[in-house]
């Protein structure tokens, strides 16, 4: 997964490895699941949706312990969100929701769901029925539909989501073409 980074601290071969060492299940969304379907736009951090299972978070907590993970807190430094006194296990994950993470190997953030641009909710059961299963290195990573990586995008709405949405758009057209 070269060139995905806009930053030369983001490793997200090491972050999907771990995961992967972990056992997590995990749909894989965000920039870089639209990097795997052949966008160009690079991303600076891994977005998934895990399955919510006590067993799963147990082993995402695990993998985020290995990646030396800590809150990512608007308004607070690294430094300050290392300081916070927090126990990492599936009853913290669960409690959360989705929560955004820094690591020593970069931003991970866990989505509890993707949204769709009419608001529909799609938790990691329904994304994982649509998504494909693509070999990246070493690794079989479990990665969104195109189509749910655009409705995602769209109803997030930001201006990079919005940027990002012609050459997902011209993507999915190829591949129906």
Not at 11 to 33: E, K
Not at 123 to 152: F, H, K, Q, W
Request: aromatic share 4%; charged share 25%; proline share 4%.
């Amino acid at each position: 997964m070269d060139a995905v980074v806009s930053s030369s601290q983001f490793d997200p071969d090491r972050i999907l490895t771990v995961l992967d060492h972990h056992g997590v299940d995990y749909v894989l969304v965000g920039g870089v699941a639209g990097r795997v379907h052949g966008a160009q736009r690079a991303t600076a951090d891994i977005d998934c949706v895990p399955a919510t299972t006590q067993e799963n978070l147990e082993c995402l907590a695990s993998a985020l312990v290995e990646l030396n993970a800590r809150l990512r807190v608007g308004g607070m430094t690294d430094e300050e969100a290392r300081q916070l006194p927090l126990h990492l296990d599936a009853a913290t994950l669960a409690a959360f929701g989705s929560s955004t993470w820094t690591t020593d190997a970069g931003p991970l953030d866990v989505l509890v769901e993707l949204r769709d641009s009419s608001g529909g909710r799609h938790p990691y059961a329904d994304l994982a029925t649509r998504a494909s299963s693509v070999s990246v290195g070493e690794l079989t990573i479990c990665v969104a539909s195109l189509e749910d990586i655009i409705e995602s995008k769209r109803f997030a709405g930001r201006p990079k989501d919005l940027e990002a949405l012609p050459e997902l758009q011209a993507l999915l057209d190829a591949d129906n073409g």
